[in-house]
């Protein structure tokens, strides 16, 4: 049982996260509408920038409001469908992958806490630069593992800032390490 000083960490944790969210969305929307008026190509990059930052801190906090959430057990299960969770991604950071794997009958169900693999790849995927186009990710099952491999010209300096998102994937039973310009995603398959 939650004790009374529980709740309330978590009741005022959900409150700040709800104004958190508030406030990025103010500032998400006002940039969206300044991206529509007439802007030099550095303006528009720098906007663009500050959109994709703005993304970020607004999925981390639904992220991180996910494991205080009473209803969601998403954090507790340690089943997670991967191409849901990257559809998620997808509208949380704003970005588009550009998929290569081979469809199979079985999905792709991973052993990992939800939130935590959200986590993770949020830190590494809005690493990329405002510049990119879609975010080049292959994925392969072999044996017991899916394999994920994001292309990119900046692999190194990604894995350099995000050392805690390794952590996070080692915490999982997964491994994430770079082989040439590409950081590869190692994670374990959900068994019955």
């Not at 000083?5 to 969210?21: F, Y």
């Not at 690493?127 to 044996?143: C, G, K, T, V």
């Amino acid at each position: 049982m939650e004790s009374i000083d529980d709740a309330l960490l978590k009741k005022d944790i959900r409150s700040l996260i709800h104004d958190i969210r508030g406030a990025v969305s103010v500032i998400s929307s006002s940039i969206e509408l300044l991206q529509f008026e007439d802007s030099s190509a550095p303006d528009m990059r720098f906007l663009e920038m500050i959109r994709r930052q703005t993304q970020k801190i607004l999925a981390v906090s639904v992220l991180f409001g996910e494991t205080f959430s009473p209803t969601d057990n998403s954090n507790i299960s340690g089943r997670t469908d991967l191409m849901e969770c990257l559809s998620e991604l997808q509208e949380m950071i704003g970005i588009e992958f550009d998929l290569n794997y081979i469809p199979s009958e079985a999905p792709f169900l991973l052993n990992s806490q939800s939130f935590l693999l959200k986590l993770a790849l949020v830190s590494i995927l809005s690493s990329y630069s405002a510049s990119s186009e879609n975010i080049f990710l292959n994925i392969d099952r072999h044996d017991n593992t899916v394999i994920l491999t994001f292309k990119s010209e900046d692999v190194i300096e990604m894995q350099r800032r995000h050392v805690w998102a390794s952590n996070a994937i080692q915490s999982l039973g997964g491994t994430m390490r770079n082989e040439g310009h590409m950081l590869v995603f190692e994670l374990p398959i959900w068994k019955e």
